[in-house]
């Protein structure tokens, strides 16, 4: 493999971000004055649909209300998505949620082997930029060439078109790349896409099947924070380095879709 960028996920890849996402969500519907709490088990449910305004719209289509008042509260969901995004970024920017073990180092790792790095993510680019800049310093959003999010393209994950959209402005072929995600769609819009994955599942997609992954690891390790014995036992590392993920990926072929 030739490879040339790292494509990364944002939401239960690079820090896992969903608890507070779930907090802005029920803030904002206190905000906008609406009787709606999500649990985590709620939580964990709606996270199968990505998109933060997609899932609000799922999630009011499974309500037992009558259909004008459906057709209300849907006419809010721009505005309560703003609110949430809004606190969401709010709530990074104070610390709410730090990067996952091995990020930096990683990420590190890449620029100085000259790697071009990518953000293919479903949330919004404000939301990027706020735990960027809370967690790597305001130059961090420099270091990625790309910036590929929800909003960019017409299908969300597990289409593949953020995917599609981050290879064709760094102008790199899928083989010539290697994605990092969390989730089942994640997953599936990186293979589609055609793209070597390594899954790193969080707390909130602990459950899901990833199949397809090439890699699957608890998470990247740091010398601090090693992988556990089982995963050492497994691959060999005490983490993920990027000269070990070359080796790995080196005469692999990626496992279709
Ligand atoms: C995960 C998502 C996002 C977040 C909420 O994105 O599906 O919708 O849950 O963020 P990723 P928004 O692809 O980074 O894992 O409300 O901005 O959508
Ligand atoms: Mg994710």
Redesign the pocket.
Known sequence: MNLRALLL??????AD??ET?RT??NDAFRALGLPFDWSPEDYEAL?R????????RHFLDGLDIDSSERLRLKALVPRL?ET??AR?AGLVAGGATGLRPGVARLLGEARAAGLALG??????R???EALLDAQLGREAIGWFAVLA??DDVAS??PAPD?YRLALSRLGISPDEAIAF???A??LA?AKAAGLFTVVTPCWWTRNEAFPGADLVLPHLGDPAMPLPADAIARTGWPFLTLAALREHARDRTPVAA
């Open positions: 996920d944002v939401d239960g890849t690079l971000t969903e996402h802005a969500f996270l649909v990505t998109g933060g305004k997609e899932r609000l998505h949430k995004t969401y953000i293919a993510t479903t949330t919004t404000a939301n990027v999010c929800g969300k994950k953020v995600e969390d989730s769609n994640g819009a």
